[in-house]
């Protein structure tokens, strides 16, 4: 699985001012709650969905309404400080993406844990498909799912229980 380490002082800066240019382009307010809602992601490693990230703002005593974090998170979205997966049924999980390299998933099916990995072969197949197709492609997706083999998986003991 990839370690994601918290971003650097500098790095936080320049997201902050990313994020600060594109709402000024837009007209949009430039509040406490956003900026509080994009520090928490780039703070904080890994995974998360919308509730997980609210629950952790209002953990922290930030005032911040739920519809708040969807309405920021579409924002972050748009101007791609953060990137939106749709793992299989469950509810989209988000993951920072500003200055990030280019990674695809392992979903466990079992115990729902997401690992992060790089496959260099990837790269040939998409110099490939822009060799054949009039595109240039600018990212890519790939989600492989597979079953827990972990001995000490904590719904093992479920999946036996409902294939039993």
Not at 47 to 72: I, P, Q
Not at 96 to 116: G, K, P
Not at 129 to 138: A, C, G, L, Q, T
Request: aromatic residues 10%.
């Amino acid at each position: 699985m990839a370690v994601v380490m918290s971003v650097s002082t500098d790095h936080l800066e320049e997201v902050k001012r990313l994020f600060s240019n594109f709402l000024k382009e837009r007209n949009l307010r430039q509040t406490a709650e956003r900026f509080a809602i994009l520090e928490e992601i780039y703070s904080t490693p890994g995974h998360f969905d919308a509730d997980e990230l609210f629950v952790r703002l209002k953990e922290k005593g930030c005032r911040v309404s739920r519809a708040t974090v969807y309405n920021t998170l579409d924002l972050l979205l748009e101007c791609d400080l953060v990137v939106k997966h749709q793992f299989g049924s469950n509810q989209a999980k988000y993951e920072r993406a500003f200055a990030y390299r280019q990674h695809d998933h392992l979903i466990c099916l079992d115990c729902q844990a997401i690992f992060e990995f790089c496959a260099p072969q990837l790269q040939s197949i998409k110099e490939m498909v822009e060799d054949i197709y009039p595109v240039r492609i600018k990212s890519h997706s790939l989600q492989l799912y597979g079953e827990c083999l972990q001995e000490d998986c904590p719904n093992r003991s479920r999946v036996e229980d409902e294939t039993a």
